[in-house]
């Protein structure tokens, strides 16, 4: 293969991810003056992140199954031309109802571009998958660290909920075209060429391992989005802390998860994947309890970066032990994943609310430590159907 070629792929896939972390978060910022500006109300406002997961859920189920009967590359492009039309006219709107279908819609094109940006790297770097989409997943994670910063520079300017949207679909658009014209300049590697027929998600999950694989990322998400959704809410009303320390507080979950995800694939040279997640899983559960116990603002410090330290690398890791069983079926395997992962977000997202409303915020935020011990319970069964699959195939 072309290594300027799959050098110019991975810089494309790595930015995407970044701009695609920047736009995942920037929704929750927002929200504020979206909400004032629309006139939405805090039901309304449940529902836009209701529709933004469903479309999560569709455009990773669509992925998976249908992207390998195209060109990846020009259809990443594609996809990236879509979201700049969308967000532009997401700009645009006046009323609440109609922005709602733009916003499906955006959802749904991003999963399609994790799906493909997973294959891709999945494909490109068969020798070192886990390093790669380690780094991948870290970029993500860095433009949800800047989007904050990125608000707060446009707001300088324009105190405007529409600018951060229309700025950021200049930046797809260029994106955009790079892709175009990568896809343009240069046929695919034999290992990256289209299929005709679609992928099936019931052969994939008839295998035990790929099912504990969906039963743990509906886990991952869970713990993740509503530790993160719920934590400064918790730790204001249910502690008493301020708003302002609360978000210090969680910047340490974070941290650790870009750390992890930074850095794993390091801890590969001592331990197997198998192992290492099962070690991952061990510092997330431990983290979620002391997160809930603790009553220092040290050890709610340490709690939450141990949270992130144990999250962080599960999904790349996850995903890249999972392709290293069967490739063939990254797509699905991607695309299950994410689906996995958005339907854990929106069960902890709103059944953490429901309880909140009964008991108190103090009180349902038990539900994040009883996630965490799900997640690691499925994770050790991953691991353990995985070091069976990979001795099998060693054996062969």
Request: glycine residues 10%.
């Amino acid at each position: 293969m072309d290594n300027q070629y799959r050098n110019q792929v991975t810089v494309l896939v790595y930015l995407s991810f970044m701009l695609l972390g920047l736009m995942g978060i920037l929704w929750g910022i927002l929200l504020p003056d979206m909400m004032q500006q629309l006139n939405m109300s805090a039901a309304a406002s449940g529902l836009f992140f209701a529709v933004l997961s469903l479309g999560s859920i569709s455009g990773a189920f669509l992925g998976g199954k249908y992207i390998q009967k195209f060109d990846f590359v020009p259809l990443f492009a594609v996809l990236m031309l879509v979201l700049v039309l969308l967000l532009g006219l997401a700009s645009l709107q006046t009323y609440w109802p109609v922005l709602l279908g733009f916003v499906y819609f955006l959802a749904l094109a991003c999963s399609g571009l994790f799906t493909i940006g997973h294959t891709l790297i999945a494909r490109l770097y068969v020798t070192k998958r886990a390093k790669m989409m380690g780094l991948m997943d870290f970029m993500f994670s860095l433009g949800t660290l800047l989007a904050p910063l990125y608000v707060v520079a446009l707001y300088w300017l324009q105190e405007d909920w529409r600018w951060p949207l229309r700025i950021l679909a200049l930046c797809l658009f260029f994106t955009a075209c790079f892709a175009w014209y990568l896809g343009r300049t240069h046929e695919s590697p034999p290992h990256m060429a289209h299929s005709k027929g679609s992928l099936s998600y019931r052969q994939v999950l008839k295998q035990p391992v790929f099912f504990a694989l969906a039963l743990m990322m509906f886990g991952y998400g869970a713990v993740e989005w509503g530790h993160g959704n719920w934590f400064v809410t918790y730790a204001s009303q249910g502690l008493g802390y301020s708003t302002e320390d609360a978000r210090l507080t969680i910047a340490f979950f974070t941290g650790g998860m870009v750390l992890s995800r930074l850095g794993f694939y390091l801890f590969l040279r001592w331990f197997s994947s198998a192992q290492l997640l099962v070690i991952l899983g061990t510092c997330a559960l431990c983290g979620a309890l002391l997160v809930k116990l603790a009553d220092l603002p040290v050890l709610l410090k340490l709690g939450n970066f141990a949270l992130g330290l144990g999250l962080g690398a599960i999904f790349p890791l996850m995903l890249t032990a999972a392709m290293d069983l069967d490739s063939d079926n990254g797509p699905v395997l991607s695309g299950l994943a994410n689906m996995g992962g958005s339907i854990g977000y929106q069960a902890a997202a709103l059944g953490t609310g429901l309880v909140a409303e009964q008991v108190g915020i103090a009180l349902a935020y038990w539900l994040i430590p009883t996630l965490a011990l799900w997640l690691f319970c499925t994770l050790a069964y991953f691991s353990y159907l995985l070091h069976k699959k990979q001795a099998e195939r060693a054996l062969h």
